[in-house]
């Protein structure tokens, strides 16, 4: 047999796309192995690797006879990245051969080869496993450390491998029908759900009720809040501490959530079960951040996903990169268009920012302000209208008096504000039950709503209305502004166990909104 063919798999953005491998050999003619099929550096280099691991297996090296290798990647107008295809080539060379036979159908191999014929590890091994099961495969083989992620899935057998050889024996056993085989299936994985790791909650911080009462309505409803005020006032604490206090990944969730982050080679093999809270550095480029590049990489904003962006020194962030944030805060999506490709990146995030309210941090405390008029301003400019409006809270974290700093530590502050947060999630997952399936946007948590959701799940009585409009018109709130007004207030509500939105909720929802800040 000179010609076979054998599937893989590589991550295209945030998904598995299925590959055919098809290895043509001829014969009495001088020693070549080309691969076609727009392959990278990487794939190029597997013609090596898979040399090197076959002969190494016990069996002759493609290198060592007088033939000719073409090796074509199908669909041969996709870009091919990655090791994950040698592994799929080194069977598919060693069928074509005639050095091995097996039934191919129905089977996907994926994996890296190093040159003594082990498998390494690779990324994404959930979103080939997903992708694999949606086009009918019935088996998957793949490096051992990612059998536990790949298992995940159901309804498809996932076989983990230590070497080429266990592969191999495995498939030549099967096809001898012989019962004892070399490998055995993974186990399907369950979800374990695991407490918070974080080294800081709220009872680790002392006075600040107002910001922890802000960030627990934030939790609830998923909205996006920035705090402000002089350095050393525990603004980065609180926020660190913010995500101590948001409920669990949903089964989905932590699907959607660990397929992102096996991509984009963040997972170490641990299944992420807690929304995922990322940091970046106010240096942070805009493709770092927002994602990018000549093929379109997810960046902090996707991997953040279904969790938390906190952004410390919040205006010291680039312009380009703070401005980009319009898209992902309004549609919980990035689109990003290049040359060579175009993707959307999902971005449900609950943004998280921090500042001060000036560069030397002094202004409005009891220190003097240093900063001059100029440096004044164009701090306050990077800092747009649309962002403000796309914020839901601003609140001020002002100074602690230092007879204060010693008080004893509330060890018990977080976990009721992980109760009443949990509660109501709860009420809002309820109400949001009998949303549609097919709608193009499901609603969780009240900041999914859009205008129209609004009114037919929040409604307002004419008292709660006459204080909202007479507050709007005040503030002069943009209509985008004055939904998210009504959004909070249904979060606050729901907090308070409530039906109806009453005077209180509607007025501590206002006084969220940013007055003299900026």
Known sequence: MNFAKIYSAQTTFLRGRIICIEVDVSRKTLQAFTIVGLPDKAVEESRDRVSAAIKNSGHTSPKNKNEKVVVSLAPADIKKEGP???????????????????????????????????????????????????CGFEEIYLPKPNAKEAALVDGITIFGAESLSDVINHLQQTQKNVNEFKLKPQEKTSISYQPSTSSTDFGDIKEQATAKRGLEIAAAGGHNIALFGPPGTGKTMLARAFCTILPQLSFDEAIETTTIHSIAKQLNHELITRPPFRSPHHTASYVSVVGGGTYPKPGEVTLAHNGVLFLDEFPEFDRRVIESLRQPLEENTVSISRARGSAEFPANIILVAAMNPCPCGNYGSHKT???????????????SGPIMDRIDMWIEVSHISHDKLNQKRNSGETEKMLQKVCA????????????????????????????????????????????????AAQLDLSPRAYHRT????????????????NEDHILEAIQYRPKKLL
Do not use: W
């Open 84 to 134: 994950t295809f040698d592994l799929g080539i080194a069977l598919a060379y060693l069928t074509a051969s005639g050095d091995i036979f097996f039934e191919h159908k129905k089977k996907m191999f994926v994996g890296e080869l190093s040159l003594d014929g082990k498998l390494r590890p690779i990324s994404g091994a959930l979103a080939l496993a997903i992708e694999a099961k949606r």
């Open 369 to 383: 302000c240093t900063c001059s008029a100029a440096s004044f301003m164009r701090y306050r400019q990077k800092i």
């Open 424 to 471: 109501a999630r709860q009420i809002q997952k309820k109400r949001f039950m009998n949303t549609s399936k097919s709608t193009e946007k499901r609603m969780f948590k009240n900041s999914d709503m859009g205008s129209r959701a609004l009114g037919q799940y929040v409604p307002l009585t004419p008292d709660v209305q006459k204080i909202l409009n007479a507050s």
């Open 486 to 501: 009504i959004k909070l207030a249904r979060t606050i509500t729901d907090l308070d166990n409530k039906e109806e939105i």
